[in-house]
């Protein structure tokens, strides 16, 4: 059996050890707290004091947010190339039961893709509600220590 290009091409991917597969500066994560050190300051490592280990605003909840974007984004786009690439197809298969099963396929997939798309924009709206939340947080917190400062002064 012989597969177009595109399908040889994912076939390929799959065969790849994960590490080659996948852009390892997109699939790698790390927590605040085992952040690696900072020159020059403190590690920002939990129970150091460190300074910039923990911020939130335009940190990893808006950059989570924005990668739920970019996901709903590209697979709405995919959904949206299915239609297009099966035209003709049925004229191609009419009378053959494997078009009614491509059709059910597709149809599966076009459904399968919705609800991700719908699921990431539910998930960039969270995402985005933290990182404000969050950041309002951050600010209420330093303007705490900035009135425990000119306390001090007087």
Known sequence: MQYSDQWQKLFDLAEQPRAMAVDEATARMSLASAAPEHSGGSSGRAGDGGGEGLQHSGGPWTSASGTADT?????????????????????GLKGLSSLAVLTSVRESWEGRLASVRDECQSLKGALSNVAKEMGETETAVKNSFNVVKEGERR
């Open 71 to 91: 996901l709903r984004t590209n697979t709405a786009l995919s959904r949206n190339r299915l239609g297009p690439a099966h035209e003709g197809v049925a004229s």
